[in-house]
């Protein structure tokens, strides 16, 4: 069982900043967590992975500006979003990857406008 619980977001000024949280309670072990994003009418895109080793991978339209982070005792990812524009304007989701599972969080808003 996988409960997801997400923080964080908000409306910001685009050059503002932001922090995503994802919670987890699992009972299992997490290989991988991710942010993913969706804005209207567009597809859900990949954000920002990290493996259970801290490896990470960014799309190119936030490399430099977003870092994602992992508390490993506490299950919980972050993800700080710096310089934000208007086109980062979407509904974040996590993603957490285990060996027999993949699970979504509910999303959470995040809008860049001044």
């Known amino acids: 069982q996988v409960r997801l619980v997400e923080s964080g977001g908000g409306l910001v000024q685009p050059g503002g900043s932001l922090r995503l949280s994802c919670a987890a309670s699992?009972?299992?072990?997490?290989?991988?967590m991710g942010w993913y994003r969706q804005a209207p009418g567009k597809q859900r895109e990949l954000v920002a992975t990290?493996?259970?080793?801290?490896?990470?991978m960014y799309d190119d339209s936030v490399k430099g500006r977003f870092t994602i982070s992992r508390d490993n005792a506490k299950n919980t990812m972050y993800l700080q979003m710096n310089s934000l524009k208007p086109e980062d304007a979407a509904v974040y989701y996590c993603?957490?990857?285990?060996?027999?599972?993949?699970?979504w969080g509910q999303g959470t808003q995040v809008t860049v406008s001044s």
């Open positions: 993603n957490v990857l285990g060996p027999t599972f993949s699970s």
């Open positions: 990290i493996t259970n080793i801290g490896r990470t």
């Open positions: 699992v009972s299992g072990s997490i290989t991988a």
